[in-house]
């Protein structure tokens, strides 16, 4: 089992461009969480995702943020027009659907996003 | 929201000595509280976790104890060594589904 898969690792954007963050969850898990973590800072809740639906989006931005997790492929956070206060380590995790009441939730390496 | 709260920011102990690290909650329905190492540019990792049935438990060095009645719970490392420096997250469990973090300890073990 390869563990969640984060890409790029890595990411440099100029101030307007955008951004696009990949997510592919643990084999067999159906839940997938996006957080967002500032330096010297603590993990922010951003989005919940289930196949093919935001079950929980009150962590994001209210705009140029957006967060898919379809039927086939990996989940996506993309940042449009990004500016200097995105740049952040963006962490996906996933669980195998049952909550985090009952489980630990298994983080990928993050995306760190920098913007110019 | 859940506000999570963790004491203090920074622990510095010499090897060999323990380290405890306190976490405060709001949401009196939390029912799980996980405990997560991160090291530097890595990811954060499960290390121990309770659920609100039970008081304490310990894996090895590694223990962490809740007070439902106080909503807090602690992690507490004993024969600290150097690779227990990290920043260690603690977390509840809010809502359906989700977790909330404090802001991370940075524990030192100093050689």
């Known amino acids: 089992n390869a563990g969640v898969m984060q890409n790029p690792r890595h990411l440099v954007r100029r101030r307007g461009q955008e951004a696009r963050l990949r997510c592919s969850p643990m084999k067999g898990h159906s839940h997938v969480y996006w957080y967002r973590q500032l330096p010297e800072e603590g993990l922010k809740f951003m989005v919940y995702?289930?196949?093919?639906?935001?079950?929980?989006e009150s962590g994001m931005p209210k705009e140029r943020f957006s967060a898919e997790f379809p039927k086939e492929g990996p989940s996506i956070l993309r940042i449009q027009q990004v500016v200097r206060g995105d740049s952040a380590a963006y962490f996906c995790?996933?669980?195998?659907?049952?909550?985090?009441?009952?489980?630990?939730?298994?983080f990928g390496e993050g995306s760190r996003l920098t913007v110019l | 929201g859940e506000n999570v709260e963790q004491h203090p920011s920074t622990l510095s102990v010499q090897e060999g000595d323990s380290a405890v690290i306190k976490c405060t909650y709001s949401?009196?329905?939390?029912?799980?509280f996980p405990w997560y190492k991160q090291e530097l540019g890595k990811r954060p990792q499960l290390i121990i976790d309770?659920?609100?049935?039970?008081g304490e438990k310990k894996d090895q060095r590694i223990a962490v104890t809740l007070n439902k009645t106080a909503k807090h719970f602690s992690l507490h490392i004993t024969e600290t060594q150097p690779e227990d420096s990290a920043v260690y997250f603690c977390?509840?469990?809010?809502?359906?589904?989700?977790?909330?973090f404090g802001k991370g300890n940075q524990v030192v073990v100093i050689p």
């Open positions: 309770i659920r609100s049935n039970v």
């Open positions: 977390a509840s469990s809010y809502g359906n589904n989700r977790l909330a």
């Open positions: 995790a996933s669980s195998p659907g049952t909550s985090p009441n009952t489980g630990e939730l298994f």
């Open positions: 995702l289930q196949k093919e639906n935001i079950i929980d």
């Open positions: 949401d009196s329905a939390s029912n799980y």
